[in-house]
């Protein structure tokens, strides 16, 4: 199997068999995103302890198969982490989808490096990368407690 091949089926994976797909029992912070373009909605619940962990987070939502499976990876990615490792992270995956640039994050293991590059085949696709972020910008809005809904056209 080539890596193209992992990589699809990796993201078939997560979008047939989303991880963290329901709604915490007990949340602090929750957002909800949308992605006009695809019809993509999702809603975060997430919970950071008082030392800025990530010691939960799940989410909900209806979209294409590319934002589910993003979705359920990030959430399986940054679940128990540092809020600024959890940053860090979802900046290396902007970069990562609008450079070329390889995925190379110290704090993610083997594993969790190759999940992640899964998501990189939709950098040909530019409409396809709203979908890919969409979970990930709407994790931000919960974070920092903006107001509204994270919209990835404005
Ligand atoms: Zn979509």
């Known amino acids: 199997m080539d890596i193209k091949e992992l990589y699809q089926e990796i993201v078939l994976d997560h979008g047939k068999n989303p991880r963290n797909k329901n709604k915490l029992k007990s949340f602090n912070k929750e957002a909800k995103g949308h992605n006009p373009l695809c019809g993509d909605k999702i809603h975060i ?10 010691e939960d987070i799940s989410f909900e939502g209806e979209g294409c198969a590319i934002s ?15 809020f600024n490792v959890a940053k860090k992270i979802l900046e290396n995956f902007l970069n990562m989808l609008k450079e070329s640039s390889k995925l190379r994050i110290n704090s993610l293991s083997e594993d969790e490096n190759t999940t992640m590059m899964s998501l990189s085949g939709v950098k040909r696709f530019p409409m396809r990368v709203k979908c890919a972020t969409l979970a990930w910008h709407t994790f931000m809005h919960a974070a920092e407690e903006k107001k509204g809904t994270a919209n990835t056209e404005k």
């Open 45 to 54: 619940f997430l919970k950071l302890d008082n030392d800025k962990k990530v």
């Open 68 to 82: 589910i499976a993003s979705a359920s990876i990030m959430t399986e990615t940054i679940k128990g982490k540092e």
